[in-house]
């Protein structure tokens, strides 16, 4: 099971953060100081698996982000390593060549790849074409959405 996946800049920023156990903000917040900090104090060519306390931290740099999944410690670190790299295709294919800015400005977008992929913490989806589809469908929606709200708003009711 995933317990959380985030991910974070060279510089230690939080860009997304999605947890999948309950948990206070004060232990998230103390949670997160130092997995960030543990897998930036790593040299590159280091292992991209790390035991954490009772969890496994799995990592990979992606140009200026770092994605992170931390597993129970039986879990399967290629599948999870797997998992990632799927979530940044993702990416990709839906910014094109996804950067940070993109992650800060349609964390929306990031956040509902993810939640397409991944719900509970249990791998939900591994098909790309259906992860696409679903996206492009919310897109869609939301556009007849926003056109309906114009002609509304044209027509004077709020």
Same mark, same amino acid.
């Given at each position: 099971?995933?317990?959380?996946?985030?991910?974070?800049?060279?510089? !230690? &920023?939080?860009?997304?953060?999605?947890?999948?156990?309950?948990?206070?903000? &004060?232990? &998230?917040?103390? $949670?997160?100081?130092?997995?960030?900090?543990?897998?930036?104090?790593?040299? =590159?060519?280091?292992?991209?698996?790390?035991?954490?306390?009772?969890?496994?931290?799995?990592?990979?740099?992606?140009? =200026?982000?770092?994605?992170? *999944?931390?597993?129970?410690?039986?879990?399967?670190?290629?599948?999870?390593?797997?998992?990632?790299?799927?979530?940044?295709?993702?990416?990709?294919?839906?910014?094109? =060549?996804?950067?940070?800015?993109?992650? $800060?400005?349609?964390?929306?977008? *990031?956040?509902?790849?993810?939640?397409?992929?991944?719900?509970? !913490?249990?791998?939900?989806?591994?098909?790309?074409?259906?992860?696409?589809?679903? $996206?492009?469908?919310?897109?869609?929606?939301?556009?007849?959405?926003?056109? $309906?709200? !114009?002609?509304?708003?044209?027509? !004077?009711?709020?």
């Amino acid at each position: 099971m995933i317990h959380y996946m985030l991910l974070f800049s060279r510089q !230690g &920023k939080l860009r997304l953060q999605k947890w999948y156990q309950a948990m206070t903000q &004060k232990e &998230k917040k103390r $949670i997160t100081r130092e997995v960030v900090s543990t897998v930036l104090s790593r040299r =590159s060519k280091m292992c991209n698996f790390l035991e954490w306390k009772d969890l496994k931290i799995i990592y990979k740099r992606y140009a =200026s982000l770092y994605f992170c *999944a931390a597993v129970d410690k039986d879990e399967n670190e290629l599948i999870v390593l797997e998992l990632i790299h799927r979530y940044v295709e993702l990416l990709d294919k839906y910014f094109g =060549s996804v950067c940070e800015l993109d992650i $800060i400005f349609n964390f929306e977008k *990031a956040y509902f790849m993810l939640d397409e992929l991944v719900i509970g !913490g249990e791998i939900q989806e591994t098909s790309k074409k259906n992860v696409v589809k679903a $996206i492009a469908a919310q897109d869609l929606m939301q556009e007849e959405t926003e056109a $309906i709200r !114009g002609v509304l708003d044209e027509m !004077g009711i709020p």
